[in-house]
């Protein structure tokens, strides 16, 4: 294909060549990375240090967007709760809605925003001032120092934070649910607890662990397979954060179709 | 001990055409040429971060295009390479970067480890930097620990790109002879890409000349220096009228 070419058809072509490079990337990363885990080959001091700037970080931002939106909702349901007198629905609603959607992909969303961004940027500026070669030629394999221990440190935290995000978006909820519309913490525990199962939740933190793999796996290869210099890495960030929110919603698509 | 024959890569267009080169053990060989003329890809196929298409790469007598990823960490476990970005981990201090290849190689002896960045940071004119991070060093600051770095391990094989761009002539000339000294006492076997030809030719045994991905000399020093291929001529000897 010529690549001055821009009618529709070389437009359309170039966009689905590069969406099937990039899926291949993905794919072939992930294959390399699972080779790695048999027998397990991966830094382990370089694991810690992501666990906790991934995941303690990201506590504050993860928090304060968990609290509000659970306050939120109820802004938002209670009109039509007063409506029909439905009090005693509000902790299902707000914990259905929380546990099995909302919870994970907001914090997700947040999540790839914050650490998925940043992992792009850094892993394309250690790519293009030649950082990676230089681990390569210290005979250090740069997947498994550098890019396993951050995939699986996204997809603990992902999982942990979810579970935090998801406590604290029920308290905003409980909350607001008690200020606005005058439903007592104890209605809307009673509401929760009889109807909400732990498969709600369990769905909820399924999909969190596989919303965590399209981070960890899109933004490591958008880091890795940066091309340009600095204008590359803005691209590749770009690309990542885009990639990442794709394929959170594809996933989320599929797997309330699954774990219905 | 460094032998190509052959070798042709390509990324958009062909960068490096049917080069044959043979460095002999313990030789300082410099390798000349203006920009995008293939020297840097020249060298990361020898440090196998790229394989040709065509051709072969050995080092230490075996080739290296075919290995699996643990037979060429072997391989590069007995090489060195400064990068002509310097490639310094932002994360890692000064003493940290020199130190990580001693680390990584199994040296658990702090005290040891302490001594040997001492020692390189002496010898890079830099004491007293170990805490630094290389985001607050110069270019040239950044380009000596880079050589620090890949000096550390006295390696068998070391490969350096551009080792003094960026550096005051006082400080370059001291880097080349650093160099030299460093290749004399490991009896290391070091490929140098260098622009600044005039203190390259200085310490180095051979020379090669790259141009449009080909080698199109290769000899000694004193060879290069009297060389009449106009090409050759005109480029060590920095003339503004010629071929170029």
Redesign the interface.
Known sequence: MNPEETGLPAQTGRAVLSLASDLGGVAVLAGRLARRLVPPRLDGPELWRNLHRMGVRSLPIVGVTALFTGGIMVIQAGVLIRRFGAEGLLGWGAGFATLREVGPILIALMFSGRVGANNTAELATMTVTEQIDALETLAIDPLSYLILPRVIAMVVMLFVLTVYGDVLALLGAAFMGDALLGVSTATFANGFLETIRVWDMATGLIKSSLFGFVIALSSSHFGLAVTGGAPGVGRAVNASVVASATGIFVCDYVATYLLK | MIELSHVWKRFAAPVLRDVSLRVPEGCLYGLIGPGAAGKSVLL?CL???LRPERGSVRVFGGAIEGLD?VSL??V??R???L????????HLTVAENIA??LR??GMTDEAEIAARVADRLRAVSLPGFEGRLPGGLSGGQKKRVGVARATVTRAEVVLYDEPAAGLDPVTSQKIFDLLRREQQEAGATVIMVSSDIDRLLTVTDRVGMMLDGALIFDGTTAEAQGSLHPVVKQFVHGEVEGPL
């Open positions: 990361k440090a196998g971060l990823e960490q072997a590069r476990n090489v060195g390479m990068f002509q970005n310097n490639a310094l981990f932002d990580f290849p990584r190689r």
